[in-house]
């Protein structure tokens, strides 16, 4: 285990603006900042980190934590590992306790991989460039492909020899798990016998957001008819194949810089543009893109431009996945390579400067271009030219976003004129699709039960954090909410604002146990003298009380700083309102304690078996009534009955 030592240590050194911001394109807006949230599926910003609280939060999914519980949601990590994560970007080392055999060997397992991946990578690198077999057969290739040593040096690339088990025989040596480097893809095993699995191929490392190796593609050299020209790792557990795009972490500072994704087919089409001075490039493999990989380039850009060969097959390749796209709400644009050329051969016969200019004046409107195939290959097939317009229908119906209807608008009125249909009829059709989709959707969550009710209170869908809430018991909330940001403040020359909100909480409990007890975990750290906050109850054992901090203590709305300079003397953003929502958050909780013991005390009253228990219950009744118009009164509210 972690020594506690070292886990302060971290925790001391996070920004977790910097930690978030290794994955999401993050804009400051007011004292906190904005991006699209990497969880799920989002349209319009609502993923909300607070640097000063330490915190993230999605007001769309719910998803909320710190920067450790971020870096293992987001990477699939467990603690240790999202500790060791944070601790290598700060340069923190580790300590450690020691472990049980079992714990051991299942951080072992998890780190396994990785470690190996490391290590094949430095021996293939070493084999390109210090051997003669590399050296005469890989690296002579590769420099008459026209790659320079800096760019071979910045993808890693390398070479496995012919030799049969060359790579095994290292990994023995070096005392690595064969079962493990057959899990990675690196060995095979035939008649119990190990062979190396990328024998006589070029390597190129594929690299996860955070730069490590989580898997390798390996490229033939010689024309071998029988042999596949590419052999990629098989999938484990860092390497997830429809969740990676080639040269993601070579290209991410580019892809924010420019706002745009160009999306190439292989692997030496990404590392030949960047060779270029074009460094907004990756790769998809030459598979279909799918959901995940297309909101691994959300996380940077809405823009997305496919950049594939001009053959059928490129064309058909670059239309797989345009209705996701559009739903993930991406500007798609598509630009063919002619004459039979590739991304890569092209720009080395062009040039750098003329290949940007080719693709800025060559970008197609991805859904025209795939009416224009479509009619195509339709012909005068009255039949065909009908699916034609369903399907262009059904891709129209893909925009669902407010912002997109001008856009929707537009296209239906130009797709419209190349069917040489009527406008209104296309109109019809695409909102009758919506409908169908919507009614879909509401007849699926009618029949499947929410899990998790939504919030009304703040507007936020609920996640697992909201469901820790009751509904109804919005005070009780707010309340811990002033405790936690104003607890530690001084009420008076005695008391601290806790002390005061305890000692007004005497006669009244919280309802709701999951906030009751993060109440009792906030007043065990206060008398422990541990200054409890929400920074110091973000690592606290108990997730509920992790959940329970963050979802209190961050909004999902702030004033303008522009307000000061708008109300001048007025000082809105920066005077100290920590007295006023504390007595207000205590008036409020009261008042809705008093109506309901007001509702307890009147049904008292109707079961009273004699006069003089009514009479006592009259008398409460008259406390009570008290009681609120005092609190109304310093609240200046007025109370109908």
Same mark, same amino acid.
Not at 37 to 42: G, K, Y
């Given at each position: 285990?972690?020594?506690?030592?070292?886990?302060?240590? &971290?925790?001391?050194?996070?920004?977790?603006?910097?930690?978030?911001?290794?994955? +999401?394109?993050?804009?400051?807006?007011?004292?906190?900042?904005?991006?699209?949230?990497?969880?799920?599926?989002?349209?319009?910003?609502?993923?909300?980190?607070?640097?000063?609280?330490?915190?993230?939060?999605?007001?769309?999914?719910?998803?909320?934590?710190?920067?450790?519980?971020?870096?293992?949601?987001?990477?699939?990590?467990?603690?240790?590992?999202?500790?060791?994560?944070?601790?290598?970007? !700060?340069?923190?080392?580790?300590?450690?306790?020691?472990? *049980?055999?079992?714990?051991?060997?299942?951080?072992?397992?998890?780190?396994?991989?990785?470690?190996?991946?490391?290590?094949?990578?430095?021996?293939?690198?070493?084999?390109?460039?210090?051997?003669?077999?590399?050296?005469?057969?890989?690296?002579? !290739?590769?420099?008459?492909?026209?790659?320079?040593?800096?760019?071979?040096?910045?993808?890693?690339?390398?070479?496995?020899? =012919?030799?049969?088990?060359?790579?095994?025989?290292?990994?023995?040596?070096?005392?690595?798990?064969?079962?493990?480097?057959?899990?990675?893809?690196?060995?095979?095993?035939?008649?119990?016998?190990?062979?190396?699995?990328?024998?006589?191929?070029?390597?190129?490392?594929?690299?996860?957001?955070?730069?490590?190796?989580?898997?390798?593609?390996?490229?033939?050299?010689? *024309?071998?008819?029988?042999?596949?020209? $590419?052999?990629?790792?098989?999938?484990?557990?860092?390497?997830?194949?429809?969740?990676?795009?080639?040269?993601?972490?070579?290209?991410?500072?580019?892809?924010?810089?420019?706002?745009?994704?160009?999306?190439?087919?292989? $692997?030496?089409?990404?590392?030949?543009?960047?060779?270029?001075?074009?460094?907004?490039?990756?790769?998809?493999?030459?598979?279909?893109?799918?959901?995940?990989?297309?909101?691994?380039?959300?996380?940077?850009?809405?823009?997305?431009?496919?950049? $594939?060969?001009?053959?059928?097959?490129?064309?058909?390749?670059?239309?797989?996945?345009?209705?996701?796209?559009?739903? =993930?709400?991406?500007?798609?644009?598509?630009?063919?390579?002619?004459?039979?050329?590739?991304?890569?051969?092209?720009?080395?016969?062009?040039?750098?400067?003329?290949?940007?200019?080719?693709?800025?004046?060559?970008?197609?409107?991805?859904?025209?271009?795939?009416?224009?195939?479509?009619?195509?290959?339709?012909?005068?097939?009255?039949?065909?030219?009908?699916?034609?317009?369903?399907?262009?229908?059904?891709?129209?119906?893909?925009?669902?976003?407010?912002?997109?209807?001008?856009?929707?608008?537009?296209?239906?009125?130009?797709?419209?004129?190349?069917?040489?249909?009527?406008?209104?009829?296309?109109?019809?059709?695409?909102? /009758?699709?919506?409908?169908?989709?919507?009614?879909?959707?509401?007849?699926?969550?009618?029949?499947?039960? #929410?899990?998790?009710?939504?919030? *009304?209170?703040?507007?936020?869908?609920?996640?697992?954090?909201?469901?820790?809430?009751?509904?109804?018991?919005?005070?009780?909330?707010?309340?811990?909410?002033?405790?936690?940001? $104003?607890?530690?403040?001084?009420? #008076?020359?005695?008391?601290?604002?806790?002390?005061?909100?305890?000692?007004?909480?005497?006669?009244?409990?919280?309802?709701?146990?999951?906030?009751? *007890?993060?109440?009792?975990?906030? /007043?065990?750290? !206060?008398?422990?003298?541990?200054?409890?906050?929400?920074?110091?109850?973000?690592?606290?054992?108990? #997730?509920?009380?992790?959940?329970?901090?963050v979802l209190l203590s961050i909004q999902q709305y702030e004033l303008s700083p522009r307000w000061d300079s708008k109300m001048e003397g007025m000082?809105?953003?920066?005077?100290?309102?920590?007295?006023?929502? +504390?007595?207000?958050?205590?008036? !409020?909780?009261?008042?809705?304690? &008093? /109506?309901?013991?007001?509702?307890?005390?009147?049904?008292?009253?109707?079961?009273?078996?004699?006069?003089?228990?009514?009479?006592?219950?009259?008398?409460?009744h008259n406390v009570l009534k008290d009681e609120e118009q005092k609190i109304t009164r310093q609240l200046g509210t007025v109370i109908f009955k």
């Amino acid at each position: 285990m972690i020594t506690q030592q070292t886990i302060q240590q &971290i925790t001391n050194r996070i920004d977790i603006v910097e930690i978030v911001g290794e994955f +999401v394109k993050l804009k400051k807006r007011g004292a906190n900042y904005l991006g699209n949230c990497p969880f799920h599926n989002e349209k319009s910003p609502s993923f909300t980190v607070s640097p000063s609280k330490e915190i993230y939060k999605c007001f769309g999914c719910g998803k909320s934590g710190n920067a450790i519980g971020f870096v293992m949601e987001h990477e699939k990590y467990t603690y240790v590992e999202a500790l060791k994560w944070i601790a290598a970007r !700060y340069n923190i080392e580790i300590e450690e306790t020691v472990t *049980s055999p079992e714990v051991k060997q299942q951080q072992q397992v998890a780190e396994s991989l990785l470690i190996l991946n490391s290590f094949a990578q430095k021996y293939f690198s070493k084999n390109l460039t210090e051997t003669e077999e590399g050296q005469s057969a890989a690296l002579s !290739y590769l420099k008459h492909r026209g790659f320079r040593e800096e760019v071979i040096e910045k993808f890693q690339l390398g070479y496995n020899l =012919e030799a049969k088990d060359d790579l095994v025989t290292i990994l023995q040596k070096s005392q690595f798990s064969l079962e493990v480097a057959q899990k990675a893809g690196l060995v095979t095993n035939r008649n119990d016998s190990f062979y190396d699995s990328y024998r006589g191929r070029i390597i190129f490392p594929i690299h996860n957001q955070s730069g490590k190796i989580i898997g390798f593609g390996a490229r033939v050299i010689k *024309s071998n008819e029988k042999a596949p020209k $590419y052999i990629n790792t098989p999938e484990n557990e860092v390497y997830v194949k429809s969740k990676i795009l080639y040269g993601t972490y070579f290209a991410r500072q580019a892809i924010n810089k420019f706002d745009e994704c160009l999306l190439v087919e292989g $692997y030496t089409d990404v590392v030949s543009l960047h060779q270029a001075g074009i460094e907004n490039v990756v790769a998809s493999g030459g598979t279909s893109l799918t959901i995940d990989q297309l909101r691994l380039i959300r996380k940077h850009t809405n823009n997305l431009t496919i950049i $594939y060969d001009g053959d059928s097959a490129g064309v058909k390749a670059a239309l797989r996945g345009l209705d996701m796209a559009l739903e =993930e709400g991406l500007n798609v644009k598509l630009v063919l390579i002619p004459d039979n050329e590739d991304p890569d051969s092209y720009v080395k016969k062009i040039g750098a400067t003329p290949f940007r200019a080719f693709v800025d004046e060559n970008k197609k409107d991805f859904i025209i271009f795939q009416l224009e195939v479509m009619l195509k290959d339709a012909g005068n097939d009255t039949a065909k030219k009908s699916a034609v317009v369903n399907q262009v229908a059904e891709t129209l119906s893909k925009f669902h976003r407010a912002e997109d209807f001008t856009k929707q608008q537009d296209y239906i009125r130009q797709c419209s004129g190349i069917l040489k249909i009527d406008e209104g009829g296309l109109t019809t059709l695409v909102n /009758k699709l919506k409908r169908e989709k919507i009614t879909k959707e509401e007849n699926r969550q009618v029949n499947t039960p #929410d899990p998790y009710p939504v919030d *009304s209170g703040n507007n936020v869908p609920a996640e697992e954090t909201s469901s820790l809430l009751i509904n109804d018991e919005y005070q009780e909330r707010n309340l811990l909410r002033a405790l936690l940001e $104003y607890g530690l403040l001084s009420w #008076d020359e005695e008391r601290t604002m806790a002390d005061f909100i305890f000692e007004e909480l005497e006669h009244y409990s919280i309802e709701d146990p999951n906030l009751d *007890s993060l109440l009792q975990v906030y /007043k065990d750290y !206060y008398y422990k003298g541990l200054q409890p906050s929400t920074k110091t109850l973000l690592y606290d054992e108990n #997730d509920n009380v992790r959940k329970l901090a963050v979802l209190l203590s961050i909004q999902q709305y702030e004033l303008s700083p522009r307000w000061d300079s708008k109300m001048e003397g007025m000082n809105i953003n920066n005077r100290d309102v920590s007295r006023q929502d +504390v007595t207000m958050s205590l008036n !409020y909780f009261k008042l809705r304690k &008093i /109506k309901k013991m007001f509702d307890e005390n009147q049904r008292d009253i109707e079961k009273a078996a004699s006069f003089e228990e009514q009479m006592d219950l009259i008398k409460i009744h008259n406390v009570l009534k008290d009681e609120e118009q005092k609190i109304t009164r310093q609240l200046g509210t007025v109370i109908f009955k």
